[in-house]
């Protein structure tokens, strides 16, 4: 029987699985740039939070499908686990040295879009916590966050548009859910100004790039659910039809396909697992945006299925892809 909502017993495995990695400090990957030999650090003494999980961003996006977890599942056997995490790690001084590492001139760029997105919607998932010290113990950085977004929007002319972590459209449906639940008109609406002028007079995408050997995103489908997110449905319905006007004919044809892994010790390779995630992710949530009665709604829903169906059976075995495909997992399950 296929798996199509996030079960008390799966949520438990995944669970199980970040806990496994968060605090395991190698092997890493550091996205960190030497000014001098004083640089030369480890990963726990650079980011006392998010050391483990293999780079930053997968340790930060496992910190929020724990916390996301947690909320919807309170009761399951490894919350307390989460718990003690959170209270050891989500601390004033951890929480101002990773706000101390992004003061340095090195660290401008540090992680952008994608880590940024990501540290916004951990901060999001936070703030919905009954228990709201770890949202309260977190904002200083979610706010150098929000800002960095603030200061390099007015001067991205151009969006990113690969399928990998400088994609722009995913940083900008991330942080509007943080603006969403801060209250912050002023940044909702300067994350709508940009994904308008980005991607608002896109139409008919091709998608002839899709999948390349790296993606863990379908620049199409991610552009979509940004615009889904940003825009009221009765402005997103419309630029939808634009932009996939040929849905209803599985039509590009490539979208509508889950990629094939042929080596999941490969970092590279193993992407293709997340994009299959990602995309069903993508196409759920349009799915969901779909009136009810529309002819393209049965067959978007099909094709989430048979790429969630396509990447769930590989969450875990590697260490190449069980640093992070969880997380991805949890979006699509909860689209």
């Known amino acids: 029987m296929a798996i199509s909502s996030l079960s008390p017993e799966l949520a438990a495995r995944f669970a199980g699985i970040a806990l496994g990695h968060?605090?395991?400090?190698?092997?890493?990957?550091?996205?960190?740039?030497?000014?001098?030999p004083e640089d030369a650090q480890t990963p726990r003494q650079l980011h006392p939070v998010f050391y483990g999980s293999y780079d930053w961003h997968s340790c930060v996006h496992s910190y929020w499908m724990l916390a996301r977890l947690l909320r919807r599942f309170p009761e399951m056997p490894v919350a307390a686990e989460i718990r003690?995490?959170?209270?050891?790690?989500?601390?004033?001084?951890?929480?101002?040295?990773?706000?101390a590492y992004l003061a340095a001139p090195t660290a401008r760029g540090f992680k952008r879009p994608y880590g940024w997105g990501w540290l916004l919607k951990l901060a999001e998932e936070l703030s919905l916590q009954d228990d709201r010290r770890w949202s309260d113990?977190?904002?200083?950085?979610?706010?150098i966050f929000a800002q960095r977004f603030r200061d390099f929007l007015p001067l991205a002319t151009y969006p990113v548009r690969v399928g990998t972590h400088f994609n722009t459209a995913f940083g900008l449906r991330?942080?509007?859910?943080?603006?969403?639940?801060?209250?912050?008109?002023?940044f909702a609406a300067l994350l709508t100004e940009t994904g308008l002028r980005w991607y608002g007079e896109d139409v008919d995408c091709?998608?002839?790039?899709?999948?390349s050997g790296d993606d863990f995103q379908s620049s199409a489908l991610i552009e979509a659910e940004c615009m889904r997110r940003l825009l009221p449905a009765e402005a997103f319905?419309?630029?939808?039809?634009?932009?996939?006007?040929?849905?209803?004919?599985?039509?590009?044809a490539t979208l509508f396909r889950p990629a094939s892994v042929t080596d999941r010790s490969d970092g590279k390779i193993a992407h293709l697992d997340g994009l299959n995630l990602s995309r069903a992710w993508?196409?759920?949530?349009?799915?969901?945006?779909?009136?009810?009665?529309?002819?393209?709604?049965?067959?978007?829903?099909?094709?989430?299925?048979?790429?969630?169906?396509?990447?769930?059976?590989?969450?875990?075995?590697?260490?190449?892809?069980?640093?992070?495909?969880?997380?991805?997992?949890?979006?699509?399950?909860?689209?």
């Not at 995490?85 to 990773?98: G, H, M, N, S, T």
């Open 174 to 186: 991330m942080a509007m859910d943080y603006a969403a639940a801060t209250g912050d008109r002023a």
């Open 137 to 143: 113990l977190l904002k200083p950085l979610a706010e």
């Open 22 to 36: 968060v605090g395991r400090e190698y092997p890493n990957k550091p996205d960190h740039t030497l000014a001098g």
């Open 282 to 335: 993508c196409w759920r949530a349009i799915a969901a945006a779909l009136p009810p009665g529309d002819a393209r709604r049965g067959l978007v829903q099909e094709t989430a299925e048979q790429h969630l169906a396509a990447g769930l059976p590989h969450i875990a075995g590697d260490y190449m892809g069980e640093h992070w495909l969880a997380s991805f997992a949890v979006l699509a399950l909860e689209a």
């Open 206 to 211: 091709p998608a002839w790039g899709e999948p």
């Open 237 to 252: 319905l419309p630029w939808l039809d634009r932009f996939l006007p040929r849905i209803e004919r599985h039509e590009p």
């Open 84 to 99: 003690a995490l959170f209270d050891a790690q989500l601390v004033p001084d951890k929480i101002a040295a990773e706000c």
